[in-house]
């Protein structure tokens, strides 16, 4: 267990032709030249695999052949416009200057996506691909961008104990993931990111990348294993239903070490206000990371759980994590979600847990303006019409199920996230999971949570003509729920108890 370097790599566009700006005071190329004010950087077309052999016996002559485009960017300033080579696609920042970049895009797949302005402070360093697309990465003193990841994730106005443990918890996350990709480049036992298992004879697992969301879809995840395998026939049928079991983790970035979304942690730079709170909890934790068994620890969080939290395995790769279980979310010893009449019941009500808040001067005070749209996290309600239903599952998972008869949860976690759902119609019948996953299937963009009750409503004629899903949560489950943390803050515990609270066993280290 080693400290990291001090500065790290954010992507923060990725995949665009053009990106646009301003840097707001002076920036340096490496070649020495001074830029300031709007920019725009542009690739143009894309290259061809790979340029046409040279006729040896053509005239010499310098550039490339025609029709191939060097790997560099175009500049175009105010005053100019001029081509950019690889070596000179760097801008590093005089005094304290900032840049901005313009539309970048927030809340990836998710119900609150949107495009944004965003201001960062630090370098900026622009790569292109062989498909011509740029991707702007920003190198930010690692600190300062924990001060940012804490300022966009929650508000900076929350209180300090939980900015602490936020801090603690985020470096953590940051320096195991750094940790695992450098214990992979050395030759140490590879892990892919994600898991997908189709049941089958052979029981194969493949890996497979996936957008997480707070270190793994609402959370960044840590190296994944093997996926559950299940049984299916060729196509699966009615008979014997086929099933398909996903979870997405962290992919490793190739060209930086960590996005500025949800996928990884929000990073949105000095956007948000970050206050002198969020410095304060930065300051007085720095160096300070949660470790067990040696290692530093792979700290998730979510929005809100609910009332309990998950356990890593019903989420992730099915390995247990010790400090990474279930957890009731509240002071008392709330129930064991894993049937469905606990699951019902739980749903239905509204027990005394840290996260069941209603109070919205509170929410204000700690939730950033956009995650404020969504006032339902505890409980929530979805419903759409069978025809609806069919369509999207059509959509969302390539699989014409028919006339839709029923979504049977199979398996539930303690907290009543669901684990295996069975949907079945009269073409076809599947078993899906884990709960992000289902979470896709079932709502243009994600469900809240897998924890729901499902309601088939019917018509006069007992056809199903609507189904309603009940349900609690915002995220995946897993650690830390930040709601319930702040909450836990508010009441006056300490950054060290809430830690421990969400993350038992693990203990506090400075390294």
């Known amino acids: 267990m080693t400290a990291r370097r001090v500065t790290i790599e954010v992507g923060v566009v990725v995949g665009r032709r053009e990106i646009g700006g301003c840097f707001a005071g002076s920036f340096r190329t490496p070649a020495g030249e001074i830029l300031t004010g709007p920019f725009v950087l542009s690739s143009g077309p894309p290259s061809p695999p790979a340029p046409p052999p040279r006729d040896p016996f053509a005239p010499p002559g310098g550039g490339l052949p025609a029709g191939i485009e060097p790997p560099g960017v175009w500049l175009q300033t105010r005053s100019h416009r001029r081509f950019l080579p690889p070596s000179e696609c760097r801008f590093s920042p005089l005094d304290r200057a900032v840049f901005s970049l313009d539309a970048v895009v927030i809340g990836v797949n998710f119900h609150w996506e949107r495009r944004e302005r965003q201001t960062f402070q630090g370098g900026l360093t622009v790569r292109r691909d062989n498909d011509g697309l740029l991707t702007a990465i920003n190198e930010i003193d690692m600190e300062d961008y924990l001060a940012s990841v804490i300022s966009s994730e929650m508000a900076a106005t929350a209180p300090v104990e939980f900015l602490k443990a936020h801090a603690v918890m985020s470096r953590s996350w940051l320096l195991a993931m750094l940790e695992r990709k450098d214990r992979e480049s050395g030759g140490g036992s590879a892990h892919s990111p994600g898991g997908v298992a189709r049941g089958g004879g052979d029981g194969r697992r493949n890996g497979m ?122 002071p008392g010893d709330f129930p064991s979600l894993t049937t469905e009449a606990a699951a019902a019941d739980w749903i239905a009500s509204s027990p005394e847990a840290y996260c069941n808040i209603a109070d919205t001067a509170f929410l204000r005070r700690i939730l950033p303006a956009f995650d404020q749209e969504t006032p339902d996290f505890f409980r929530w309600e979805v419903s759409h019409e069978r025809e609806e239903m069919e369509a999207l599952l059509k959509e969302k998972s390539g699989i014409d199920f028919g006339e839709l008869l029923h979504l049977k949860p199979l398996r539930r976690g303690p907290s009543g996230r669901i684990v295996r759902l069975e949907i079945s119609g009269t073409r076809r019948r599947v078993i899906v999971g884990k709960e992000l996953e289902i979470r896709r299937w079932l709502s243009p963009s994600h469900l809240y949570s897998s924890a729901f009750v499902v309601d088939a409503e019917k018509d006069a004629g007992g056809g199903i003509r609507r189904f309603v899903l009940r349900g609690a949560g915002w995220g995946h489950g897993v650690g ?32």
Request: charged share 25%; proline share 3%.
């Open 480 to 511: 830390l729920c930040q709601i319930g943390a702040a909450a836990m803050a508010i009441r006056g515990f300490s950054m060290e108890a809430i830690l421990g609270h969400y993350f038992p066993g693990a203990a506090l280290r400075k390294i």
């Open 209 to 330: 990348d996936g957008d997480g969301h707070r270190n793994g879809m609402d959370g960044g995840a840590p190296a994944a294993g093997e996926g559950e395998a299940g049984r299916e026939t060729d196509e699966g049928g009615l008979d014997s239903p086929e099933e398909i079991v996903k979870w997405y983790g962290r992919e490793d970035h190739a060209d930086f070490d960590v996005c500025a979304d949800d996928h990884c942690q929000r990073y949105q730079g000095v956007t948000k206000i970050v206050s002198p709170q969020v410095r304060e909890a930065v300051d007085a934790t720095r160096g300070m990371v949660l470790v067990y068994g040696g290692r530093i620890c792979d700290a998730r969080y979510h929005k809100a759980c609910g009332g309990r939290t998950e356990d890593f395995a019903n989420v992730w790769e099915g390995r247990s994590v010790p400090y990474l279980t279930s957890v009731a979310d509240g």
